[in-house]
């Protein structure tokens, strides 16, 4: 059974993915995990040319626990491990990856409310 705060971050995961498709984004993959490296990647998409993987962080709205923004929760250790379970990914779907020019990694922090709504938002556009 999930957790409460498996459940908020898949719902955060959620909204991201509406709201990035509505601006243009095309989300090509969810909850990627890969053969050599544990964790998972959040979102993949397509912006343009551009890979962008997509991590997001939520926290309940009114939470006093946790970094004072959702997105202060990637530190290096967070981005060193996306980085390398985007390359093991790109491995794991040689010749079937969308065709891009280049490759982003941005962070989404979302704050929701008890209704599950996004109370607040912040896109960092090429995070690292």
Aim: glycine residues 8%; charged residues 30%.
């Amino acid at each position: 059974m999930p957790t409460a705060r498996m459940r908020l971050g898949r719902h955060a995961e959620t909204l991201v993915a509406a709201r990035l498709s509505g601006s243009g984004m095309r989300i090509i993959a969810r909850n990627q995990r890969t053969s050599d490296v544990r964790g998972e990647l959040d979102l993949i998409a397509l912006d343009g040319r551009e890979l962008v993987f997509v991590e997001v962080k939520a926290l309940s709205a009114g939470a006093t626990a946790g970094p004072e923004r959702p997105v202060m929760a990637v530190g290096w250790r967070k981005r060193r491990k996306l980085r390398s379970l985007a390359i093991a990914w790109l491995h794991d779907h040689d010749g079937f990856v969308p065709r891009h020019e280049t490759l982003r990694f941005d962070v989404v922090g979302v704050r929701v409310d008890a209704a599950g709504r996004a109370v607040d938002w912040e896109h960092v556009r090429a995070a690292f």
